[in-house]
C-alpha cells in the first residue's frame, strides 16, 4: 500500500508590526522573537484542534503545520510579500503603535489592509491587528474612554458570534459556542475599535469593550477575516510567558503595581482554555470550513 502523501502546511504570512523587544529580537532579514514564538505554538496547537475536528476520511482542506512567514512592516526597513497569492491566509499581530496614527509606515500598511478587504484575502488580526484592519476598512478605532484594559477579561459571544464563528456543534467549542457563552483571554490595550465597519459582525463583547472580536463577511456572508482585541497568544504553554507577559504589559498600564497585581491574579487555565477556542473556531472557519 503506497505512503499517503503528508499533508501541506498552512502557509500564512504575517506582517509583524513591532521592532523591539519582546515582540522582534532579530534582524528585519530574519524576523524572531518571544511574541513570535507564542503565536506559532498558539496557532499549532489550534490547528491541532482543527485536524481533530476535521477527522479522518472526511474532505476539505486539511494541513500538516502551521508555517509564518514573517515580514517586519514597520519603520522605513519595512517589507511585504511580492504577492499575498501564495499564502493561504495572512496573520496581523500587535504593535506598541495606534492604528489612527500618521507614520508612513502605518499609512503604508493601512493601503495594504484595504487590498485584503478589496479581495477578502482571509485574514486573522490581533489586537493592533484587530485594530488596523477595522481603522482602513471603514470603521474607526480611538484610545477607550474607560482606560486601558489590562489583565484577565471575560468575554460573551453574541448571536452574530454564534452564527458566524463559534457555534458549529460539537468539537472544537461544544455547548461553549453558544449566545451568551463566556470566553477568558488576557488583555493589554489602550485602544480599541470604536466604530465597526459595515461589513463587520461582533462575536464577542464586554462591558468594557463592545467590538472585542470581529468578523467579516463577502457579498455572500462567508467570513473572510476574524479579528480580536484581545490576545490569544498569550497563553500558558511556553516557558518564560510571564516575563513576555509583565513586559509588554507594563507598556500599557500607568499603575504599573496594580498591572503586577492582575498578573498574579491570572486563572491560566480559564485563558488557556479561552485561547485555544477562539484561535481553533477562526482557523476552522477560515480554512476548513470556507
Request: aromatic letters at 10%; proline letters at 5%.
Amino acid at each position: 500500500m503506497a505512503t499517503p502523501a503528508p499533508a501541506p502546511p498552512l502557509r500564512l504570512a504575517v506582517l509583524s508590526c513591532e521592532d523591539s523587544a519582546p515582540y522582534l529580537t532579530s534582524s528585519s532579514t530574519c524576523p524572531t522573537g518571544p511574541v513570535l514564538e507564542l503565536l506559532q505554538q498558539t496557532f499549532d496547537g489550534a490547528l491541532e484542534a482543527c485536524n481533530n475536528r476535521a477527522g479522518e476520511g472526511e474532505g476539505g482542506a486539511r494541513f500538516g503545520c502551521v508555517d509564518f512567514d514573517v515580514f517586519s512592516v514597520k519603520g522605513e526597513g519595512s517589507f511585504y510579500p511580492s504577492s499575498f497569492e501564495q499564502y493561504d491566509g495572512v496573520l496581523i499581530p500587535g504593535s506598541l503603535s495606534s492604528s489612527y496614527e500618521t507614520s508612513p509606515w502605518i499609512v503604508k500598511l493601512g493601503e495594504t489592509v484595504k487590498k485584503l478587504h478589496e479581495e477578502k484575502v482571509k485574514t486573522i488580526g490581533i489586537c493592533f491587528g484587530h485594530q488596523i484592519l477595522a481603522h482602513y476598512g471603514g470603521g474607526a478605532t480611538c484610545k477607550n474612554e474607560k482606560g486601558g484594559n489590562v489583565g484577565q477579561a471575560t468575554f460573551e459571544v453574541t448571536q452574530d458570534g454564534e452564527r458566524l464563528c463559534f457555534g458549529f456543534g460539537e468539537g472544537v467549542l461544544g455547548e461553549e459556542g453558544g449566545v451568551g457563552a463566556k470566553l477568558d483571554l488576557l488583555c493589554s490595550h489602550n485602544d480599541i475599535v470604536c466604530t465597526r465597519p459595515p461589513n463587520s459582525a461582533t462575536i464577542l463583547s464586554s462591558e468594557a469593550v463592545e467590538f472585542q472580536a470581529l468578523s467579516y463577511q463577502d457579498d455572500k456572508g462567508r467570513p473572510y477575516m476574524f479579528t480580536i482585541q484581545s490576545h490569544p497568544e498569550y497563553s500558558p504553554n511556553v516557558e518564560g510567558k510571564a516575563d513576555i507577559i509583565k513586559d509588554i504589559t507594563e507598556a500599557f498600564c500607568v499603575d504599573v503595581k496594580e498591572g503586577d497585581e492582575k498578573l498574579k491574579n491570572i486563572e491560566w487555565d480559564k485563558v488557556k482554555r479561552g485561547s485555544e477556542r477562539i484561535v481553533s473556531a477562526f482557523l476552522y472557519k477560515l480554512f476548513y470550513e470556507n
